[in-house]
């Protein structure tokens, strides 16, 4: 997806190792949203960040923490990851009202 | 109640037949509603946005919505094995900081069968 870069697309971690995700967008929006996606359980929100300075708690965001580094940027991290943590995570970006802009995702298995 | 159903499926339909996706939500305020394609091992795509009461029409896709029953559908006509996923509903929620989030459903997982 042109516009919304998450890296890495697929990672392998060990149960305590730390990483972070990183997500950039270059579509100058405000807003901008981590997800994970589990089989049967649809999209979780994480944590968001509706403007630059701002974060604020989804729905499931124990485990992890963002950082809103400037208006193009927003990294998710799991300090200590535990195996309930193996997902596939959604990086979104989104103008007011308008409808979220994906991007690839990041395939996450913990061990 | 969760604040977005859909049903879960699959949801089986034959070759050019029209699916019919089904979205209920439970915030009166809400104001936009977007519905999303999401093949397997990709990431969701925006098919469809509405706002208003009624229907809209885009190719082969009309998104419906009824704020006062507070439902949001989908239909797929001529169905082809290509609009085979999962299906997700989306709705805005204004309660949140500035101009709100997203909102998503379970997702309706659709199978055109050749």
């Known amino acids: 997806n042109a516009g919304v870069t998450q890296t890495p697309k697929f990672q392998v971690l060990k149960t305590g190792q730390s990483m972070t995700l990183q997500c950039a967008q270059d579509?100058?929006?405000?807003?901008m949203y981590w997800y994970r996606q589990d089989p049967g359980m649809g999209l979780r929100l994480i944590y968001y960040?509706?403007?630059?300075?701002?974060?604020d708690k989804g729905e499931v965001p124990n485990g992890y923490n963002v950082s809103r580094l400037n208006k193009r940027e927003f990294s998710l991290r799991l300090e200590s990851a535990a195996p309930s943590q193996t997902s596939v995570y959604f990086c979104?970006?989104?103008?007011?009202?308008?409808?979220?802009?994906f991007g690839d995702g990041t395939r996450l298995s913990i061990l | 109640q969760k604040e977005v159903e859909q049903n879960s499926g699959p949801l089986s339909v034959p070759e050019g037949a029209i699916a019919s996706l089904n979205c209920t939500y439970s915030?009166?305020?809400?104001?936009?509603f977007f519905w999303y394609r999401q093949y397997s091992g990709k990431s969701p795509e925006l098919i469809m946005s509405?706002?208003?009461?009624g229907d809209k029409e885009d190719g082969r896709f009309t998104a419906q919505l009824n704020k006062a029953s507070q439902y949001v559908s989908l239909l797929i006509r001529d169905s082809q094995p290509s609009d085979s996923a999962t299906y997700l509903c989306a709705v805005n929620s204004p309660r949140y900081n500035q101009g709100g989030k997203l909102i998503f459903g379970q997702g309706t997982e659709l199978s055109v069968k050749p």
């Open positions: 979104a970006t989104r103008r007011g009202a308008q409808p979220q802009h």
């Open positions: 915030d009166r305020v809400s104001q936009s």
């Open positions: 509405i706002y208003s009461n």
């Open positions: 960040s509706a403007s630059e300075g701002t974060t």
């Open positions: 579509m100058n929006h405000n807003s």
